[in-house]
């Protein structure tokens, strides 16, 4: 005998197995027990969702040998051959390759004859968006006044091309998308009735990726059960979906919340190596997200009543991201999957997508209180520059300057760049340098061979030692220190000029925190 796949085994029979309809069977429900029966309806929904398994449950509704019934038997003649497509009296049109005026025409034929076996004729077109104007013009008539035991059931996915002449003939429902957990739930009844072991986490990815279709849910554990050799486990359906394992989300998004580039870069090209999709991780960067923004907004909710096993993890970002950080990366990754497809290369451009959240970083109130009473501090109480007081200091003025030469040269770039600029100078004796930097995923043996090979095309033939630890004087923070001073001097400036002090007096002027940029000369 020959397998019946899930997504027609578990087909609906009756109005009580639909699944996430409810209020499309409550509605043909009463209709059918007051028997107020309209004579055409059309049934709206993305793929999937039981527009053709409505039509045919309400056909057996009608038809039923028992009467007419919200409960057909589902064992009689007409159930029988109405389940499988047999039924003399229910006719299933594909306008999707039937949509000519003759097809149609055809059709309508049938509708001057009575029932030859059951008690109505029923009329099924699908996708009947597909149809020609002409086609649709021809049915028209037949539309608005069909005999009495002719009823009309349209089908589409996009009820927008249908002609409102014809919408306004029909009674429509739409059938809504089904919710994760809905799928999910009913995706444990099947497996728990075909015997196949499957754990929660699997379920929910095949739910997400049905995107709101059982039957493409159904298919896709079809699949999955042949994949995983009869077994459902998360790691076997993320590797069948082409998943992001949400441990490189959690990796990425921490990484932003610390601004730290390396990071991001490096993951970035660790998924690239595992070849999984950029579209996927955005997607999958975008739910947790979704999920962090609402932990902030309900920082008091209980995380305790979650099945989702990542639901402290998630926790724990949401209160390391500020919100307003949180609310610009979900907007960055759900315009940044549309950036994808425009890029030569699908990895670059995800690269630039999750650094624009770093470019684009926002001021915060702390940070602009600093800023605004700097600004408003006389010039001769501008701090000095934040260097630090360690007994090595001029140990940290030769490894600026060494640095600055390597990168003047154009020696040193990307990661071993960044390895520079953060690592600190602890050490020097004869042939060797001793180096300090504190992020673990800097100090790779290929970095180290290219700061070497920088530091010998300038004349420092000398073995670099790098361990990992915590850094108070380094390039970037000098630097950094250095354009802070530069900047706290430059607003004072401006704030102490006379012109400034005029506008200020007289005209109630502000210097808004943030507008002014030091230029490079």
Known sequence: MSYLVLARKYRPKTFTQLVGQSHVVQALTNALRSQRLHHAYLFTGTRGVGKTTVSRILAKSLNCETGITDEPCGVCSACVDIDSGRFVDYTELDAASNRGVDEVQQLLEQAAYKPVQGRFKVFMIDEVHMLSNTAFNAMLKTLEEPPEYLKFVLATTDPHKVPVTVLSRCLQFNLRPMAPETIV??????????????????????????????????????????????????????????SVDRSHVFTLIEALAQGDGAVVIQTCEALRMLGLSASSLLEEMAMVLQRMAVHQATSHASTNDDPDPDVQRIAELAQRMPADET???????????????????????????????????????????????????????????????????????????????????????????????????????????????????????????????????????????????????????????????????????????????????????????????????
């Open 185 to 242: 739930e009913h995706l444990t009844q099947v497996l728990a009735d075909e015997q196949v072991p499957a754990d929660v986490q699997s379920l929910r990815l095949l739910a997400r990726a049905a995107r709101g279709s059982m039957r493409d849910a159904l298919s896709l554990t079809d699949q999955a059960i042949a994949f995983g050799n009869g077994a459902l486990a998360q790691a076997v359906v993320r590797d069948m979906l082409g």
């Open 327 to 521: 609310q610009l990366l979900y907007s960055i990754c759900l315009h940044g999957r549309a950036d994808l497809g425009l890029a030569p290369d699908e990895y670059a451009a995800l690269t630039m997508v999750l650094l624009r959240l770093l470019a684009f970083k926002p001021v915060h109130p702390e940070a602009e209180k600093k800023t605004l009473k700097t600004a408003t501090e006389p010039a001769l109480d501008v701090p000095k520059p934040l260097l630090p007081s360690a007994p090595n200091a001029s140990l940290g003025d030769t490894w600026l300057s060494v640095v600055q030469d390597m990168a003047k040269a154009q020696l040193i770039q990307a990661m071993t760049r960044e390895l520079a600029m953060q690592s600190q100078l602890m050490a020097q004796a004869e042939g060797v340098w001793q180096l300090q930097v504190e992020s673990e995923t800097l100090n790779s043996a290929s970095n180290r061979e290219r700061l070497q090979l920088a530091l010998q095309s300038i004349g420092h033939a000398v073995n670099v030692q790098i361990t990992v630890g915590p850094v108070d004087d380094s390039p970037a923070r000098r630097i950094t220190a250095l354009q802070q001073q530069r900047m706290a001097q430059a607003e004072a400036d401006i704030l102490n000029h006379p012109s400034v002090q005029h506008l200020i007096q007289n005209y109630d002027a502000k210097i808004i925190p943030g507008t002014l940029r030091l230029l490079d000369h």
